[in-house]
């Protein structure tokens, strides 16, 4: 079946870049996402990037689409504090025809002052 | 604009006792409607979705169940619940218009003594 895989924790100093990993299993995804969830709070989408993209920039995120590997990375350049949260991939299953997502378990990013 | 509500926010409840979650959307017509759970350590899980008023997938066997009175509600229900219910519990609705982005509710956390 589909599954989403990445790592659970990740701490970085401010000032410096996060890289967050992820896996996926399907295919046909037409879409991946990484979400955002600050403590205590509902999830926020971040962005999200087209199949057929390899690569997306969006002002300190950069999004890394590797289709063959299967691999989808996300980089956030002059980590803050406030960018401390748990971090969720996502990928859009049935060729995105439901809507319905797989998220993986979230990565928590610690920023450390 | 959209919105999405939840309540109650917190909720502590006996084993064995009824459950009875809510989430509202405002601002759309007919949208997805989706029921995950957050539990330590597993990440996000989808229970339920609904892409129509009485209409209900469910993804998972459990102790749970859902309905969708009306267009923009849904309900969890459980008749008894378990501790291994206890979790944060998010409702999110999908905008079909946009790149299938869903939209989460603030949550409700749920704890089962």
């Known amino acids: 079946g589909e599954d989403v895989e990445q790592s659970l924790f990740l701490s970085v100093r401010e000032g410096d870049s996060s890289v967050i990993n992820c896996t996926y299993t399907?295919?046909?995804?037409?879409?991946l996402y990484w979400y955002k969830q600050e403590p205590g709070a509902g999830l926020q989408l971040l962005t999200y990037i087209f199949s057929n993209m390899d690569m997306k920039q969006d002002q300190r995120l950069t999004v890394l689409l590797n289709k063959k590997d299967k691999h989808l990375s996300l980089r956030i350049a002059d980590t803050q504090t406030g960018d401390s949260a748990i971090y969720f991939c996502a990928e859009s299953i049935d060729g995105g025809s439901q809507g319905n997502l797989i998220f993986g378990k979230g990565t928590k990013l610690s920023v450390k002052p | 604009s959209q919105t999405i509500h939840q309540w109650p926010a917190t909720l502590v409840q006996p084993v064995g006792s009824p459950l009875s979650l809510e989430c509202t959307v405002e601002g759309t017509s007919n949208p997805n409607l989706y029921w995950y759970r957050q539990a330590a350590g597993r990440g996000l899980q989808l229970l339920f979705y609904?892409?129509?008023?009485?209409?209900i997938s469910s993804e998972v066997p459990q102790n749970l169940s859902a309905s969708r009175p009306q267009d923009r509600q849904f309900i969890l229900s459980s008749k008894k619940l378990l501790l291994s219910d206890s979790g944060f519990y998010l409702c999110?609705?999908?905008?079909?218009?946009?790149?299938?982005?869903?939209?989460f509710g603030p949550g409700t956390r749920l704890t089962v003594l």
């Open positions: 399907d295919s046909s995804s037409t879409y």
């Open positions: 999110a609705w999908l905008d079909r218009h946009s790149y299938n982005e869903q939209f």
């Open positions: 609904s892409v129509g008023i009485g209409q």
